[in-house]
């Protein structure tokens, strides 16, 4: 159900346009689910864009952030969930033109710190843990003046600090922009060969006692010989090795998956490109497909992490299954996913268990990227509108759901999308950002029927356990595979927590956790239909 007006929750996009079609003012933007007030509780950050070109195009507002004011003494979450903009009193002004937004606790303090992707100047902002941000981007050597889309923080090097890996797009600026048509010789967008595509940023915390520091070791491992009009990021262990691997979608070109090796001698990771060679580079015909949004999590509940992403109209979308040696085959229409996205260019997607049985289920988001003539004649603003979809998963097949929530398959120009549990009941709901239209919540209202469990991994550092592999055994029932996420989707940040559909059976032998450092540790006693906190080398507790 969509809730979005009487949440508080008042923000529209606005992407500049003038009349010009600049390449980017379709592109963006996203939005970040965090708890930033570690309250218990997410709240959300939503990305503005800015004007462009013309000073006719006006000021435009600033990103805002809102704080979720849900009070967890009540019985019915669902009606006391509100939330509150904090934007000022926060000190963050996210003024430029945005994109997306990643989220990662930088310093180790305990409190998620927030990075700001834009065309043009990136921000780093440090949670003071008091409700406000300190912008530390030039000191701590974060920034990147290029087009910059999704970001995400990984630890690489398993040092016990996060690093930040840049996805950058092309080099098209207001000054090089270019005039193009459509099929139709109408003026349209122009696509991503028009412009030279730019090279991925990886940046190495090196923070310590003195302060925050990032080094700069794109060159030194061969990420700047990998130019690509990257969009999508995703961070997940390809071959279960205990190293996170980075998977980055291209516009129209291939798609990189940089394998982790360990570290060399150096002390710095060894990072191998090996798209082509597992599969997930180009499509099953060789072909490089359009490739904005990308997903990571085990589909057909075999234990392993498989690939989901969404491309261009006229393309079908793709599922990758993972073999369980890090190999992958495309499986999109096996698993019932081609013929109802071949109509559709999707952006932002979100693997998660809907309705709680155990099986991870498939949002996309949708908006073109070319005119549809139909809706310029009709006069629309932004004539790029199309559906969202949501697909049940069936037990590894997929059935399409979109009819069954009326108000996902709203016609917009959607981009980004963040999935997390808002309300606190034991099931995700999405939260959509629609270029140059309104903000969209939904919230999820079938999950919470069925059994869960959910859980708040963290590290001895005290910080959120990015990457670590969390797997549920019950007696009788296949073992659950979920891991510790912000990345995917498209220029967005989700809920880092872990939540386990249980269906019909509440009960739970054991959790056992792989740790991103490669340590294993194994929790029993989890009691169904709560949350809990498991911190590194402790017991766990109850939240």
Known sequence: MDRTAELGLAFTHRNGMTGELFFSEMVGSGIALLDYDNDGDLDLYVVQGG?????????????????????????????RLHFTDVTAESGIVGDGYGMGAAVGDVNNDGWPDLYLTCFGGNQLWLNQGDGTFSNVTAESGADDDRWTTSATFVDLDRDGRLDLYLVNYTDFSLTNHRSCVGSDGAPDYCGPRTYRPEADRLLLNRGD??????????????????????????????????????????????????????????????????????????????????????????????????????????????????????????????????????????????????????????????????????????????????PNQLFRNLGGVFSNWTAAAPALGREAVSRGLAVGDLDNDGDSDLVVSNNNGPLEVLINEVGSR??????????????????????????????LLRTVRRSGSYLSSSDPRVLFGLGDHDAIDRVEVRWPDGERESYTQLVAGQYHELKQGAQASSR
């Open 51 to 79: 004007a462009l070109g013309s000073p006719s195009a006006g000021t435009l507002a600033t990103d805002r952030l809102f704080r979720n004011d849900l009070d967890p003494t009540g019985a019915d979450r669902v009606e």
């Open 209 to 386: 006692a003195v302060g925050l520091r990032f080094l700069d070791v794109s060159e030194a491992l061969g990420l700047n010989a990998a130019e690509g009009p990257g969009l999508g990021v995703v961070v997940l262990d390809v071959d279960a090795d205990g190293w996170q691997d980075v998977y980055v979608t291209n516009d129209q070109e291939p798609n990189h998956l940089w394998m982790s090796r360990g570290l060399g001698d150096d002390g710095l990771p060894i990072l191998e490109e090996e798209g082509l060679v597992r599969g997930v580079a180009v499509d099953s015909l060789g072909r490089p497909q359009a490739s904005m949004g990308v997903e990571a999590g085990d589909v057909d509940g075999d234990g392993d992490t498989d690939l989901f992403m969404t491309h261009l109209q006229g393309e079908t979308n793709t599922l990758y299954t993972n073999d369980g040696q890090g190999m992958f085959l495309e499986r999109t229409t096996r698993a019932g996913l081609a013929v109802d996205s071949i109509a559709m260019t999707g952006f932002g997607t979100a693997l998660f268990d809907l309705d709680n049985d155990g099986w991870l289920d498939l949002a996309a988001v949708n908006g073109e990227v070319r005119i549809i003539a139909a809706q310029r004649a009709a006069g629309l603003d932004l004539p790029l509108r199309q």
């Open 450 to 479: 069925a059994h869960w469990l959910g859980l708040r991994l963290v590290t001895r550092e005290g910080r959120t356990a990015l990457g670590a592999e969390v797997r549920l055994y019950r007696q009788g029932q296949p073992v």
